[in-house]
């Protein structure tokens, strides 16, 4: 999990920091001229890059301590966002029960 959490977020934060750099140096020696907002767009969707690889290594880890799991994490990750899907959708029932039966 900390492996593909540090490529799969580390690699787009990293770019993300960059591009702050870059594009000044861009910039202040007239190599390439752009708005603002162009860096702000770069690094805002490296940024949400970041945040969807933490997620995916998350999730994409094995959970049971005696397996190892795959080198892409695919078949669990369809496993765990299975069971987590299932379990928001038990809270969600609940949630639902409590609040038709009046508690708080």
Known sequence: MVRRVAVLAGVP?????STFFINYYLLINHILVFPNWVTVLESLGLFGISFVGISYGVLSASWEPETDGSLLGLREFRFNFANLREQWRDRAREQRASISKGDD
Do not use: E, H, K, P
Request: proline share 0%.
């Open 13 to 17: 934060s990293a770019l993300g920091l």
